[in-house]
């Protein structure tokens, strides 16, 4: 995927874990909110509590300090995910896509058996993407997702011309959603679709959620 434009997951970076309560949110005031999303506030606790759900889950790993050394940007890398994740089910449903249950389901079966087994899915999530136990179904959703959005499309997602077909409804579902988010974590870049000097961990085989992020926290 053209590295500019290659659609990003739920995985992976940012700030600090226990970031305190903005009163700030694009230059507006908005008490406790990380970013709003078509109206939606998506508040600081909300974020808080999916950044906590990680550090529980790399405290209890034998590779604690390694891995909470390398998500120093934890915070950013959750907001960018949980932004992506509302940007990504406009675009879908502008172009008729739903997910059911059972896709994702199948797509849990067959990432676990890619890595190994279950054990090794939840590890090779939480060391390369930073995702927790209880988040990796909402990132094989945001997969399947993006798979049968560039099918609605007709576009393959292996070529130039699919990626920027697929990145270009993504830009037009983010303008649509007039994302703001507050200060302390950046600015939002509708064209590129993830955070302004985030770079996030793209998708390079939507079949293989367990490789999605190289988890260097860059």
Known sequence: MHRRRRTALTVSAALLAGAPLLTACGGQTHPGAAALVGGDRIEVSTLQG??????????????????IDKSGQLS??????????RVLDRAARDAGVTVSRNEI?????AAAAQSGGEAQLRTAM?????????????????????TKLAQAL????????GQQAVGDALSKASKALK????????????????????????????????ETGDGSGA
């Open 179 to 210: 994302v703001d988010v507050n200060p302390r974590y950046g600015a939002w870049d509708n064209k590129q679709t993830q955070l302004a000097n985030y770079k996030a961990p793209w998708i390079t085989q939507v079949t293989k959620p367990a």
């Open 154 to 161: 007709g576009a393959d997602l292996q070529q130039p011309e």
């Open 126 to 146: 939480l060391q390369q993407s930073w995702v927790a136990p209880g988040q990796i179904d909402a990132v094989l959703r945001e997969q399947v997702q993006l």
């Open 50 to 67: 999916q950044v906590a759900a990680v550090r529980e889950a790399q405290r209890d790993s034998k590779d604690a300090p390694q891995l």
């Open 105 to 109: 389901q199948q797509m849990r079966k």
């Open 76 to 85: 950013r890398a959750k907001l960018h995910g949980m932004i992506f994740d």
